[in-house]
C-alpha cells in the first residue's frame, strides 16, 4: 500500500485544478505561499474507546472497518433525504445509509464477491485546501480480498454540474489515491441492473432454506441450463418454490450467473462459476 507522498501531491492539485483560483487567493495573501508546506491530512475514527485522530498515512483499512459510523441516522420530519439500515450479506450485519442513491450503492458492492468489507460514513477526514481547513465525510469504504480497498462517494449526476460540489468531492479522491486507496464518485448504474440486484438481494439471508438444498441445486445444474430448465431437473427433488429460490441464491452468491444487463426470467441462461 502506498503512503502519504507529502504536502506536494495537494499542492500539485491545487495548481493543476484551481489554478486560477489559488492564484487570485495568494495574491490577496490568503492561501499557502509556493514552497510552504500544508499539514498532512488527518482520520478522525470512532471507536469503542472513543474519538481517535491519525494521520491518513498512519490509517489502515482494518481500522476503518473495525471503527463505528462516523455520523448516526436521524430521522426528522420534513427532512429532504432517506436514511436507514441495509442488512449486509458480506457483514453479516447493518450498514447504515443516509439517501436512496447510497442505499442503491450497497447492493452493489454487497454482491461483488471480491468485496470482503464494507464500512459506511466511515470516517472525518480533515487536510487543508486552497489555503482552509476542509472537513469531509466519505459515504463508504470497501475492502477487497486481495486488501485493496476503495473510498466511494455517492452524488447524482445532476448535483455534480454544481462546480462546489464537484471540487468538494475531487480532493478526498486525491488524498484517498496519495494513501493507495482507489476512488469513485458513483452517480448510479444501469436500470435493469439494479433492478435484478435489488430483486436477487432478496435471496441474500442465510438461513431461509433447507440445509443442503443449494449444493443439491447446484449440483443438478447442466451446461445449457436455463432458470426454468434447472429448476424443473430439481423440482423432483424438493417443492418448486424452494427450488427456485435456491437457483435464485445461487445467483447472488455467484455460485451460478446469468447476464444481469437483461430482465431476469424463467429463460434467463445460465453458467456455472468459474
Not at 453479516?92 to 452493489?108: D, Q
Not at 424443473?232 to 447476464?259: C, F, H, I, M, N
Request: charged share 20%; proline share 6%; net charge neutral.
Amino acid at each position: 500500500m502506498r503512503r502519504w507522498d507529502g504536502p506536494g501531491v495537494l499542492a500539485a492539485y491545487l495548481s493543476d485544478i484551481d489554478g486560477e483560483l489559488v492564484a487570485q487567493k495568494r495574491a490577496s495573501g490568503s492561501a499557502c505561499a509556493d514552497g510552504e508546506d500544508l499539514p498532512e491530512p488527518v482520520v478522525l475514527l470512532r471507536t469503542a474507546e472513543g474519538e481517535v485522530e491519525r494521520p491518513i498515512r498512519n490509517v489502515t483499512a482494518a481500522q476503518v472497518m473495525a471503527a463505528v459510523p462516523w455520523r448516526t441516522v436521524r430521522s426528522v420530519r420534513g427532512q429532504p433525504h432517506f436514511p436507514g439500515w441495509y442488512w449486509s450479506a458480506t457483514t453479516g450485519g447493518h450498514v447504515v445509509y443516509e439517501s436512496r442513491l447510497e442505499l442503491a450503492r450497497l447492493p452493489v458492492a454487497d454482491f461483488d464477491t471480491q468485496v470482503v468489507g464494507i464500512a459506511a460514513q466511515p470516517f472525518l477526514l480533515r487536510a487543508t485546501v486552497g489555503g482552509r481547513v476542509r472537513r469531509h465525510v466519505p459515504d463508504l469504504l470497501l475492502v477487497h480480498a486481495d486488501g485493496a480497498a476503495r473510498l466511494v462517494n455517492v452524488k447524482p449526476v445532476s448535483r455534480l454540474e454544481d462546480p462546489l460540489v464537484a471540487e468538494a468531492l475531487r480532493w478526498p479522491g486525491v488524498v484517498a489515491r496519495s494513501h493507495g486507496w482507489a476512488y469513485e464518485i458513483w452517480s448510479g448504474t444501469e436500470a435493469v441492473y439494479l433492478a435484478n440486484l435489488r430483486f436477487l438481494a432478496g435471496y441474500r439471508r442465510p438461513g431461509l432454506l433447507p440445509d443442503g438444498l443449494t449444493d443439491a441445486v447446484v449440483a443438478a445444474f447442466r451446461p445449457g441450463d436455463t432458470i426454468g430448465s434447472l429448476v424443473g431437473r430439481a423440482t423432483r427433488e424438493s417443492p418448486a418454490g424452494q427450488v427456485k429460490a435456491a437457483a435464485l441464491t445461487l445467483l447472488w452468491q455467484g455460485r451460478l450467473s446469468t447476464d444481469l444487463h437483461r430482465r431476469l426470467s424463467d429463460d434467463s441462461a445460465l453458467e456455472a462459476a468459474l
